[in-house]
């Protein structure tokens, strides 16, 4: 199985910083046919089910802001967060859909001071 | 437009038999795969398994054993039976589905339901 490192567990900054968020797979995600990075970003807010926010590692999925943005290539990824806001507080996962068993990320808890 | 939604028992035995039923809309089961996902009380997420657009499945090699995943185009329903539960598998059970055959993320998810282990 492919295991996804995810670091921070939490963090807590106030509105307006920057957030980077880590993401280390155990084995590179870049499939070498297509030429893509298979991995993804959710976003969970309390009480709500995941939200997609990032898929093949730097597309961002319709509607969701552009102060969202994936990077990375092979075996790591990091999703910053620019500009803060309030309404970001939530947990964060990344996932790898390079082979079966799909595996996420331990997630990483987002605070707003 | 896609939409899914769970629905089980909320609450059951110890050793006895889980099931769930994901009903769809907005999309076509012979079109995209629909994949189960939990996650316990505080804790990350856990790829359960999938039924896959031709209808093959694949299982989370910790509960093979456990699970069966079918479903039934004409209602457009996705059915999960796990049996043997214990509390550890107390979680929000989200049904969700891939976009795209080729690159299996998730971009529409269920509201999820609360599956409770106790006696």
């Known amino acids: 199985d492919i295991v996804m490192t995810q670091s921070p567990s939490s963090l807590a900054v106030s509105a307006g910083e920057t957030v980077t968020i880590n993401c280390k797979s155990s084995q590179s995600l870049f499939g070498s046919v297509r030429q893509k990075n298979y991995l993804a970003w959710y976003q969970q807010k309390p009480g709500q089910s995941p939200k997609l926010l990032i898929y093949l590692a730097s597309t961002r999925e319709s509607g969701v802001p552009d102060r969202f943005i994936g990077s990375g290539s092979g075996t790591d990824f990091t999703l910053t967060i620019s500009s803060v806001q309030a309404e970001d507080l939530a947990n964060y996962y990344c996932q790898q859909y390079y082979d079966t068993p799909l595996t996420f990320g331990s997630g990483t808890k987002l605070e707003i001071k | 437009q896609v939409q899914l939604k769970e629905s089980g028992p909320g609450l059951v035995q110890p050793s006895q038999t889980l099931s769930l039923t994901c009903t769809v809309s907005?999309?076509?089961?012979?079109?995209?795969?629909v994949h189960w996902v939990r996650q316990p009380p505080g804790k990350g997420l856990e790829w359960v398994g999938a039924?896959?657009?031709?209808?093959?499945?694949d299982y989370n090699s910790a509960l093979k054993s456990r699970l069966s995943i079918s479903r039934d185009t004409s209602k457009s329903q996705v059915f999960l039976k796990m049996n043997s539960l214990q509390t550890e598998d107390t979680a929000i059970y989200f049904c969700?589905?891939?976009?795209?055959?080729?690159?299996?993320?998730?971009?529409?998810w269920g509201p999820g339901t609360m599956v409770t282990v106790s006696s």
């Open positions: 039924i896959w657009s031709g209808g093959s499945t």
């Open positions: 907005g999309f076509s089961l012979t079109s995209n795969s």
């Open positions: 969700t589905r891939v976009g795209l055959a080729t690159y299996w993320y998730f971009d529409f």
